[in-house]
Antibody, heavy 121, light 107 residues
Framework: QVQLVESGGDLVKPGGSLRLSCAAS????????MSWIRQAPGRGLEWISY????????VHADSVKGRFTVSRDNAKNSLYLQMNNLRVEDTAVYYC??????????????WGQGTVVSVSS | EIVLTQSPATLSLSPGERATLSCRAS??????LAWYQQKPGQAPRLLIF???HRAIGVPARFSGSGSGADFTLTISSLEPEDFAVYYC?????????FGGGTKVDIK
C-alpha cells in the first residue's frame, strides 16, 4: 500500500537550518508529482512547495521562497525539503503528499503522518 | 492568491443529521475543488476531488457540489466517525490554497 514517511523534524533556533525527508513506497514515485504542506499548531493547512516527477518544475509559496528548497531523488524514492533561515512562524507539522495533476492543477491523494518542526530560541 | 472562506467555522450536530459545509472563493476557481477530512493527531484524508468525485473508499454519504466561487460538501447522515475538521482546497491557480476549515462536532 502507499506509504509516505517523513523524518528530520527537530527543535531549532531562529536562523537555523533543517532538512526534511520523505520516504515513499507502494507506488511509482518517479512518475508522481509531490508536495510539502504544513500546519502550524491549532491552525489550518498551508501548501508550501511542489515538484514535478522529474524535478524539472518546482514551485514554492511566497512565504518560503528563497529560504526553502524542495528536491527529490527518484533512485531512492525520496523527497526532501531543505529549510534555511528558519523563523518562529515556520513552526508546524510538515506533511509530504502525493500530488495528482500537473502544476497548479494538483490535489493531494496520499499524505504522510507528518514531522514536527519547532523554531524557538 | 485565491482566498477560500469556509463556513460555518463550527457545526454542532447530532449523529444522523445532515451536514452542509460551505467553501466560498475570493474569485472564480479556474480548476476545481477538493475536500479533505482531518481527525485529531492524524494527517488529512482526501474525500472529494474535482468538486464532486469521491476518492477511493469514501462512503456515499459524502457528496460535493458547486461551481465558480461557491462550493458545498454535504454529509447526508452523520456517522460517529464523521466528527472532524473539513478543509477545502482549490486547484487551478498558484499558490494552491486551503480554506480555514470547518469543525463538525457532536451536539
Amino acid at each position: 500500500q502507499v506509504q509516505l514517511v517523513e523524518s528530520g523534524g527537530d527543535l531549532v533556533k531562529p536562523g537555523g537550518s533543517l532538512r526534511l525527508s520523505c520516504a515513499a513506497s507502494g507506488f511509482s514515485f518517479s512518475d508522481s508529482y509531490m508536495s510539502w504542506i504544513r500546519q502550524a499548531p491549532g491552525r489550518g493547512l498551508e501548501w508550501i512547495s511542489y515538484i514535478s516527477s522529474s524535478g524539472s518544475s518546482i514551485v514554492h509559496a511566497d512565504s518560503v521562497k528563497g529560504r526553502f528548497t524542495v528536491s527529490r531523488d527518484n533512485a531512492k524514492n525520496s523527497l526532501y525539503l531543505q529549510m534555511n533561515n528558519l523563523r518562529v512562524e515556520d513552526t508546524a507539522v510538515y506533511y509530504c503528499a502525493r500530488a495528482v495533476g500537473y502544476g497548479a492543477g494538483a490535489y493531494f491523494d496520499y499524505w504522510g503522518q507528518g514531522t514536527v518542526v519547532s523554531v524557538s530560541s | 492568491e485565491i482566498v477560500l472562506t469556509q463556513s460555518p467555522a463550527t457545526l454542532s450536530l447530532s449523529p444522523g443529521e445532515r451536514a452542509t459545509l460551505s467553501c466560498r472563493a475570493s474569485q472564480s476557481v479556474s480548476g476545481s475543488l477538493a475536500w479533505y477530512q482531518q481527525k485529531p493527531g492524524q494527517a488529512p484524508r482526501l474525500l472529494i476531488f474535482d468538486t464532486s468525485h469521491r476518492a477511493i473508499g469514501v462512503p456515499a454519504r459524502f457528496s460535493g457540489s458547486g461551481s465558480g466561487a461557491d462550493f458545498t460538501l454535504t454529509i447526508s447522515s452523520l456517522e460517529p466517525e464523521d466528527f472532524a475538521v473539513y478543509y477545502c482546497q482549490q486547484r487551478g491557480n498558484w499558490p494552491l490554497t486551503f480554506g480555514g476549515g470547518t469543525k463538525v462536532d457532536i451536539k
